[in-house]
């Protein structure tokens, strides 16, 4: 009598899902969501080299006047605070002191046009301002004139520039990605601002 061997050690074959449409979509529904996750995150941000920005969201503003005499509280010389066109929004606003302890009061504004610009107000030495404000050595490119006063143009980063003079001992310096229509109108506040906070 011969028998035929059972196996002993076979597993049963694994059931597989119905492979229906719904299973399908059911299954690729995750990938989906996490897809238009990523892009929704990636539509929110945008690169913007000369200064902040927020798509669909208020930019953040300070109140230049209260951030300026506080400023004014801190150094050693008068601050000054330019008047602005009104469609200019002031959205940065601090303090620093530099190597020489040398202070410099910035403020950096959005202009009317989406640009950004700052003002660097400091008796620092005009080398070490620049080369603070612009992050590399100290490179003029020439000068022009704005409010009555002589500008130093220096090269800045992301091949921006930026604009220095002085006003009763206290150096300017104005930076950013704005055109020169923009530096003028900032230059020209800086200059007949009032007399020091």
Known sequence: MSGVAEPRNERPA?????????????????????????????????????????????????????????????????????????????????????????????????????????????????????ASETRQPPHARGTVDAAGQRWVVYDSVRGEQAWVAERAGVRLLITGNADEAEFRTLAEAAINAPAGI
């Open 14 to 130: 694994l059931s597989r899902p119905p492979r229906t449409v719904s299973a399908m979509v059911f299954a690729l529904l995750p990938m989906v969501l996490v897809a238009f996750g990523i892009a929704g995150l990636v539509g929110q941000c945008s690169f913007s080299p000369g200064g902040p920005s927020i798509q669909g969201g208020p930019v953040p503003t300070v109140d230049v006047a209260a951030e300026l005499r506080r400023a004014a509280g801190r150094v050693g010389f008068p601050v000054l605070e330019p008047s602005l066109p009104a469609t200019w929004r002031a959205n940065a606003a601090n303090v620093t002191t530099l190597a020489s302890h040398a202070q410099v009061v910035r403020v950096g504004w959005l202009t009317g046009r989406a640009r950004y610009l700052r003002l660097a107000q400091s008796t620092a030495a005009e080398d070490e301002l620049v």
